[in-house]
């Protein structure tokens, strides 16, 4: 186990008295060895020079007092000795520190390659790790190509896609979507996080996946036909089942909705169709849509979402008006 602060401070404490034993000088010198500080300026030789020598002079302390010297003597040597050996750790554990915030930053510069689905068409993508991904109408996919399957598989979801990951152990894919991060190995998931809407989901179709929220690091293990709905008004999440045979139907063009809150559907069909809504939100507060409607007339769809709740469409002056039947 790495050794904390305390423990730290407790074990040059027993050194400088000369009271530690071979097995705590081993967790300091071990401790220095292993200090990740790459990535940086100074060469990897220089710096395992530079902790060699200050690992000789504190482990060089004699374990006892030399009774030799006046008591004053030894004991103004020790405070010293241990001053400045806490002075040097303090030094690399800022320089561990400050180099960690120069690689974050350095990492938020790289630039982003970003591919778009513009059109009303899905867009599909094969990933450099050999994954493959789907886009749909209004959604993008970012990555850092200089890193992306050299020391992970990080990417960052707009709008939706649906996503079939290449297995690599090594380095498990992680999908970014606003307070949400999906992690995985090897499966085959969709996920839903288009702006302005009130929900983040993710759907499992095989496989399984971790579902992080990135604020609070609470996380759920999602299992097949197992979908997660993020509220982003109240920060909480909920796990339904449903049935994946749908699933990535939107891909040949349809509309695909699963338990989705019927003021998000229409917000999706009028882009879809290119229509200008109108209507009153309480008139749709906790209403849902299940459905896979084939991309017939817009008039014949929009039957079809309202007729469940009761609702109907009028148009006048080119707006589409919803109200009760």
């Not at 400050?98 to 778009?116: C, E, G, H, M, S």
């Not at 991904?133 to 707009?158: G, H, M, P």
């Not at 989901?201 to 299992?223: E, I, Q, S």
């Not at 049935?243 to 559907?265: C, K, Q, Y």
Request: hydrophobic share 40%; charged share 30%.
């Amino acid at each position: 186990m790495e050794p904390n602060k305390q423990m730290l401070e407790e074990i040059l404490d027993r050194l400088f008295k000369g009271e530690a034993g071979e097995q705590e000088r081993e967790a300091i010198r071990d401790w220095m060895i292993s200090m990740d500080i790459s990535d940086t300026a100074t060469s990897e030789n220089a710096l395992q020079n530079a902790k060699h020598e200050m690992l000789q002079r504190i482990l060089a302390m004699p374990r006892e007092p030399q009774q030799e010297q006046p008591v004053k003597r030894v004991v103004k040597a020790l405070t010293l000795w241990k001053a400045a050996a806490a002075v040097m750790l303090a030094a690399f554990s800022s320089w561990f520190l400050f180099t960690r915030t120069v690689n974050n930053r350095q990492q938020k510069d790289l630039p982003y390659t970003t591919i778009a689905a513009t059109g009303k068409e899905a867009k599909y993508i094969r990933l450099p790790d050999g994954s493959d991904v789907w886009l749909n109408a209004r959604s993008k996919l970012e990555y850092i190509q200089e890193r992306f399957n050299k020391k992970d598989r990080c990417v960052r979801l707009t709008g939706e896609g649906y996503f079939e990951i290449t297995k690599d152990d090594a380095r498990p894919f992680v999908v970014s979507s606003e307070n949400i991060e999906t992690r995985v190995l090897g499966t085959a998931f969709n996920i839903e996080t288009y702006p302005g809407e009130t929900e983040i989901r993710v759907a499992l179709v095989n496989g399984k996946v971790a579902v992080k929220d990135v604020h609070t690091n609470g996380y759920t293990l999602l299992h097949p036909n197992e979908m997660l709905r993020y509220s982003k008004g109240n920060k909480k999440w909920g796990v339904v089942s449903f049935s994946s045979n749908m699933t990535r139907n939107w891909i040949s063009g349809h509309l695909i909705f699963e338990e989705l809150p019927l003021a998000d559907v229409l917000d999706r069909f009028a882009h879809r169709y290119g229509l200008s809504l109108q209507y009153d939100r309480e008139l749709l507060k906790d209403k849902r849509v299940t459905g896979d409607f084939s991309p017939e007339k817009w008039q014949t769809v929009l039957d079809n979402i309202l007729f469940i709740h009761r609702l109907k469409y009028t148009m006048k002056n080119g707006i589409v008006y919803i109200n009760k039947r």
